[in-house]
């Protein structure tokens, strides 16, 4: 199933999403769809800050328009997003995002990350 025009028709009825969260369902098929999708995600939703795509068929090519078009994104989930490569060039473009859940991440607590990234930078979250 293709939600790609979904996106699209989200992203223009909400410009001013803050927060999307999309799940690939366990039968779901749309690996043909998945860069489509975050297309429409990256051309249409400019102000989310935060954006899970969990499981979501989406690679490389699908990711970098959305941390181009979405200059607001603080907290990004791909985790199972096994079609993206974190090469250093997405390390880098992925590097003004506060929060990045990883495609091999575990799904242990969230509050690690927070940890984490509050002693890195001296922020309290």
Do not use: W, Y
Not at 18 to 47: H, N, Q, W, Y
């Amino acid at each position: 199933m293709d939600f790609s025009k979904t996106c699209a028709a989200a992203g223009k009825a909400c410009p001013l999403l803050k927060r999307l969260r999309l799940r690939s369902g366990r039968f779901e098929d749309c690996r043909a769809s998945g860069d489509v999708e975050a297309a429409a995600i990256a051309t249409t939703m400019p102000k989310p800050r935060s954006l899970q795509l969990f499981a979501k068929h989406i690679s490389n090519g699908g990711l970098v328009p959305i941390l181009d078009g979405c200059p607001l994104l603080e907290s990004l989930n791909i985790r199972h997003c096994f079609n993206i490569v974190m090469n250093d060039e997405l390390h880098a473009r992925c590097s003004r995002v506060q929060t990045l859940r990883r495609p091999h991440d575990s799904g242990g607590p969230r509050i690690f990350g927070k940890i984490h990234l509050a002693h890195v930078s001296g922020k309290s979250f």
